[in-house]
């Protein structure tokens, strides 16, 4: 099947395999879906996904007076700053004033870019986000379990959704599959989606990293 026939999530399922991979793989990723991630460098990862979602949803926003395609595939229960909030106020996380990492810098930087040459990029980079919640709502009971926490607090980010979540998933495959867009636009999509995937990769391989130097230095202090 040649590239131009298939869906636009067909092609973003299959070109970006190998990267969803390496994110869902990462050493930080096991860690914590295995109970042994420290619970500041959870908050830390949270911080900077808010700061993440933050760029990405201000830009979906004004998008939305300039493209069909994300008009017609953003919706107001897919923003999930506020709930990145509410986990870090759960966790002691810091709400503002964090300092962006090297790769949360260059995703916003991609996502202005994006934002200001091709809108209909910005589809890609929030089809990650969005798609990250499938198996969000498995990584929650695990992580209220190592945290011990109750009622959803603390985890609103990984299953915002909760049991409607397959519904929501598939209105969103529609959508996108829906949406018209041109064989450039599609391109674009894809990259952005890829770029989207490495990011949070880099994010968590840093703080995963930082995570084991700080036990270094605390064993050897």
């Known amino acids: 099947m040649s590239v131009n026939s298939q869906s636009i999530m067909e092609r973003l399922r299959n070109e970006t395999r190998g990267h969803h991979s390496h994110a869902e793989g990462s050493a930080y990723q096991q860690a914590l879906s295995q109970g042994r991630l420290p619970r500041e460098t959870y908050a830390r990862g949270l911080e900077q996904l808010l700061l993440v979602h933050g760029c990405l949803e201000g830009a979906l926003q004004e998008a939305m007076f300039k493209s069909q395609a994300v008009t017609g595939v953003v919706r107001d229960e897919q923003f999930q700053c506020g709930n990145l909030r509410a986990d870090l106020r759960c966790l002691g996380g810091l709400v503002e004033g964090t300092e962006p990492l090297p790769a949360t810098d260059r995703i916003r930087r991609a996502i202005r870019s994006a934002a200001a040459d091709e809108p209909t990029a910005l589809l890609g980079f929030h089809y990650v986000l969005e798609g990250s919640k499938n198996g969000g709502k498995f990584l929650a009971e695990s992580v209220a379990r190592s945290y011990g926490l109750d009622n959803g607090q603390g985890t609103a980010y990984l299953n915002p959704h909760g049991e409607q ?57």
């Open 165 to 221: 979540q397959r519904q929501l998933w598939q209105q969103f495959r529609t959508m996108m599959d829906g949406a018209d867009l041109t064989d450039q636009q599609r391109d674009g999509i894809v990259q952005a989606a890829c770029a989207m995937f490495e990011a949070i990769t880099e994010i968590y391989d840093a703080l995963y990293a930082d995570q084991l130097q700080s036990l270094e230095a605390s064993v050897h202090g």
